[in-house]
């Protein structure tokens, strides 16, 4: 199944998709989290579009869409701009997976339009005060204190050596791990003006606890079905950010895998299985 590579105009900035799959077949907006892109989706669209619509867009300021100096880098806009995308191609009911940055960007999707999300599938997409792990604590800092000196703290988390190690961190065998997938992170990072992006986006991730508990409550409310399918060994956002689900969501089914915080990189297959199984249970 070929996938198109299509770019719009959302809001004055250009926006990069993916799609591939049948317009007409169950969608599924993939939504990706830092510091990669669409490109993440890559094999995962190749395995599911056969029975599925697949969407996967680039936030402004990732991927191949824009990052113009003058948008406002929240996870509002990420939303709207995500949002926008979908009311254009005209997705209008549709599952959602959320990996890391995806969570806080397709959480503000449901809340806005309980009635389009058909299912959740939450790979390493936290919801949950218990997943925030102590990788968090400097940029908890930053949110207390959004100081120059805060921030210049946190610019490590954006070289080589921090991405590598998001990629390879909790995986058994990082040979397993294709080293040209944070090459294509790392070089995007590097571009003028994108280590002020990224700074940006860790400050206003502090917006995203305090609304845990509304999104909680449209857990326990619209009772979407949700797959928490995790790497037990990311360091990011733990496994207890998985399991956190079961207590709004009883019937969420949970799954950790034996891998760190990209479970694609190297449990793809397992996981593709996984979703498929799930997709399929969805009811209109």
């Given at each position: 199944m070929s996938i198109r590579?299509?770019?719009?105009?959302?809001d004055g900035v250009d926006v990069f998709y993916r799609e591939a799959g049948d317009p007409s077949a169950p969608a599924l907006v993939l939504l990706h989290g830092f510091p990669t892109s669409s490109i993440a989706y890559q094999g995962l669209i190749r395995e599911l579009a056969g029975e599925f619509h697949l969407i996967a867009p680039d936030y402004p300021g990732f991927g191949h869409s824009a990052a113009p100096e003058d948008f406002t880098y929240t996870f509002d806009r990420l939303a709207d701009v995500v949002d926008a995308l979908l009311d254009r191609i005209g997705v209008t009911r549709y599952a959602i997976y959320v990996h890391d940055y995806g969570a806080p960007v397709g959480f503000r999707l449901a809340l806005r339009h309980p009635e389009r999300i058909t299912g959740i599938v939450s790979q390493n997409g936290n919801a949950y005060e218990e997943g925030l792990t102590p990788f968090w604590d400097p940029i908890r800092k930053?949110?207390?204190?959004p100081s120059k000196e805060h921030g210049d703290a946190l610019r490590g988390l954006l070289t080589r050596q921090a991405t590598h190690w998001q990629y390879t961190?909790?995986?058994?065998d990082a040979e397993l791990v294709d080293p040209s997938l944070e090459?294509?992170?790392q070089t995007l990072l590097d571009r003028p003006g994108n280590q002020e992006i990224q700074l940006a986006l860790f400050l206003d991730y502090g917006t995203n606890p305090p609304q845990y508990p509304a999104w909680q409550e449209y857990l326990r409310t619209h009772r979407p079905p949700l797959l928490a399918l995790w790497g037990r060994g990311d360091e990011i956002f733990g496994p207890d950010g998985a399991r956190a689900y079961?207590?709004?969501l009883p019937d969420a089914r949970i799954q950790l895998l034996d891998a760190g915080h990209f479970p694609l990189?190297?449990?793809?297959?397992q996981s593709?299985?996984?979703?498929?199984?799930?997709l399929r249970g969805l009811s209109d």
């Open positions: 590579h299509r770019t719009v105009e959302i930053y949110w207390a204190d961190h909790g995986v058994p090459l294509h992170d079961a207590r709004d990189t190297t449990r793809l297959e593709a299985a996984l979703i498929r199984d799930f």
